[in-house]
C-alpha cells in the first residue's frame, strides 16, 4: 500500500462533512484516507482507529465510536463485518482517487463486502429516522383525533364540534396528571361518573354542560373525576 493518498480541494465543499457534529468526526474522516486500502476499505474497530489514526491525540475509544457512528450516518462511510472483524469502506473511494494504480498496490488482506453486508451492518441515516419520527407523529395524531371523536360522541350534550375535539385532544396530548395511567379511559371514566350524575340528579337537558365548556378552558371535566355519591337513604 502507498504511503498516502490524494485528498482534493473539493472536501472543502463536501455538504455531507458540514453535517457532521463535530469537528473530531471531521479530522477522522480526512485523517482515514492515507490509512485506506485499494478499495478504500479500513478497519471500523475503534481501538485500532485510536491506536493507528489517532494515534497522539489521546481520543476515547467512545469518542472515536461516535465519530463513526456520525460518519456512517450521513452516508460518508458504511460498516461491515467479515471473518470475524470489522471493517469500513468510503463509498466511490476510487472516483475520489483520479491517480490509483491498483496494479502497482500490494493485495489488500481486507475483503470487499457484499451488498447484503452493506445493507444489514447501515443503519437508518438522520433523514430515514426523522421520517420515521414524522410518520409515527402522523399516526399519533390519527389515533388521537379517533379517540376524540368517540369521546366527543360519547358525551350527553354536545356543541361546537369543532372546538370540543380539539379541546379534547388537547387532553389526551397533555396526558393529565390525573387521568393517568392512561389518559383516553381516564376520561371515558370522567363521561360515565358526569352520566351517572345526571341521571342521579335528574338534571334536565338545558342544564347539562355542553361540550365545549366541558373539555375547553374551563375544565368542568375535573369535576367529574370521581364517581357521584350515592343519595342518602338509597341502597
Known sequence: M???????KAISDSNKLSKLSTDGARLLYTWLIPHLD???????????????????????????ESYLDDMEGIGLIKRFTANGDIFLIIPNFKEKQPSLRPDREGKTSIPLPTPDQLQSNSGPTPAEVKLNEVNINKDLDRFLKDKASELYESYPRKADRKNSLKSIEGILKAYPGELLPCPIPGLK?????????????????????????????????RERLQPPRAQAGTW
Do not use: H
Not at 202 to 217: A, H
Open 2 to 8: 502507498p504511503v498516502g493518498r490524494i485528498l482534493l
Open 38 to 64: 485499494v478499495n478504500g476499505c479500513f478497519s471500523a474497530d475503534p481501538v485500532v482507529i485510536k491506536g493507528r489514526v489517532f494515534t497522539r491525540l489521546g481520543k476515547s475509544i467512545k469518542e472515536v
Open 189 to 221: 371514566l370522567v363521561i360515565q361518573n358526569y352520566r351517572k350524575y345526571l341521571e342521579t340528579e335528574g338534571t334536565p337537558e338545558n342544564r347539562i354542560i355542553q361540550s365545549n365548556n366541558f373539555f375547553g378552558q374551563a375544565e368542568r371535566w
